[in-house]
């Protein structure tokens, strides 16, 4: 039945049906023709080679249906198996743009952190401040302060650095 | 004896069946396949308050971009594995 697979099922439906129909109209030939002059006296041949065709045309018919069967299911499935590939591919495009959105919000924020300090050592606080009332800088004034006394006067212990290091390793 | 064999096998033909329709589970993007790297560690000497202080935030920044990573991979996974489980 798997040969079957190859052939179109409109040919297939066409073959099947030829061969059911022809095999009746030999039947009717081989019984009630005998008195026509093309059967004659083949009459009996006819009837058994109908006969033999038609019990050939009905297991066809029978295993169509069931091959039928099996490639509207076969049809069914690829439409759903194309679907979800289709849905498959935009969620996997939809994970990698957040992935990356994501991804540059984090390291920009990181990025700001460390260049936010970066002024405050340097010196370079004009556009933080500039927006502040002078409350507000007075009191980022005392601790960019805290912070430049501590980079004068306060170096950070070898062994913070250490445990740190040892920290940061997986092993 | 072989007509009965050769019979045997066309009537037996009639009962194999093939499906050839296979779904695939996709692929990872390939942002979420990629592997988390270490934790930076501080490399100056002397050092002060302030290198410190950047290592600290990129390793914290390395720590959220992994976090971002296995989120969306479990998000990944949950979805495809709907999707699949849909095409049955």
């Not at chain 1, 991804?103 to 970066?118: C, D, F, L, Q, W």
């Not at chain 2, 979420?32 to 560690?41: A, D, I, R, V």
Request: glycine share 4%; net charge positive; with cysteine.
């Amino acid at each position: 039945m798997w040969l079957l697979s190859f052939l179109p099922t409109g040919f297939l439906e066409f073959i099947i049906n030829a061969v059911l129909i022809g095999s009746i109209v030999g039947i009717v030939l081989g019984f009630f023709g005998s008195k026509l002059p093309v059967v004659g006296t083949h009459a009996n041949i006819i009837k058994y080679v109908s006969i033999a065709l038609f019990c050939v045309g009905l297991y066809w018919k029978g295993g169509f249906s069931v091959e039928k069967e099996w490639r509207e299911r076969v049809e069914a499935l690829e439409v759903k198996v194309r679907q979800a590939e289709a849905q498959a591919k935009e969620a996997n495009e939809h994970i990698e743009t957040r992935v990356v959105e994501k991804t540059k919000v984090v390291r920009e924020k990181g990025k700001i952190r460390i260049e936010y300090i970066n002024r405050l050592v340097e010196g370079k606080t004009v556009e933080i401040v500039k927006d502040m009332s002078a409350e507000e800088r007075a009191s980022f004034e005392v601790k960019q302060k805290e912070l430049q006394d501590a980079l004068k006067n306060c170096p950070v212990p070898r062994i913070i650095i250490e445990e740190h290091n040892k920290a940061a390793e997986i092993k | 004896m072989k007509l009965y064999a050769f019979l045997l096998i066309a009537l037996l033909s009639g009962c194999s069946t093939t499906v050839p329709v296979v779904a695939k589970f996709p692929d990872a993007p390939k942002s979420l396949t990629e592997k988390c790297p270490s934790l930076k560690k501080v490399e100056t000497d002397p050092v002060s308050i302030v290198d410190l202080h950047k290592t600290v935030v990129e390793n914290y920044t390395l720590y959220h971009e992994c976090a971002i990573k296995v989120e969306e991979w479990n998000e990944w996974h949950v979805k495809q594995k709907k999707i699949f489980e849909s095409v049955k």
